[in-house]
Structures are given as structure tokens and as C-alpha cells.
């Protein structure tokens, strides 16, 4: 619980005045009593889906670089054959 007796006094010690403190105190009691908190358990319990869900991601995107470079490879195989072959004609028609 929120002890907003202190508070205030900790606002007040800061430098702001008695009314802004106590209001501030008030406002940050009403968020504590009020809100709809995340637990310990739940914020851990988030974190590891979230951590599973990156890793997944992760996987697939190293298939998917994985496929591009296979790709770019093939292409540049085929374009050094190609090219092989045509000096090769260009070579036996000379």
C-alpha cells in the first residue's frame, strides 16, 4: 500500500509545493488501488512467450536468408556457365 502521507512529504522535500505534492500523492494512490496491475508470475510468463515467439522468428528468418543465398548462388553458377559456354562457341566458331 501506498503510504501517501510520505509521499507527499518526499514531493514536498523535492521542491514542489504542499498542494502539488499532495495531489501528485493522491493521483499515484488511485493508480495503485485502481489499476489493473501485471503480476510477477504474469510479466514472466509474458517475457517467455515473447522469447519464444523471437526465437521462432529467428528460425524463420535464417531459412529465408538461407534460401536467398542459395538463390544468389544458383544464379551466379548459372551466369558463369552461361557465360562459359559462350566463350567456349565463340572460341570453336573463331
Known sequence: M???IESTRTLTSAGLQPDQAAAIAHVVQQAVE???HVTPDQFKTGLAELRTEMARSEARLIRWVGGIM??????????????????????AAG
Open 2 to 4: 501506498l503510504d501517501i
Open 34 to 36: 485502481q489499476g489493473d
Open 70 to 91: 542459395l538463390t544468389a548462388a544458383g544464379i551466379v553458377t548459372a551466369a558463369v556457365v552461361a557465360t562459359g559456354l559462350a566463350i567456349l562457341r565463340a572460341m
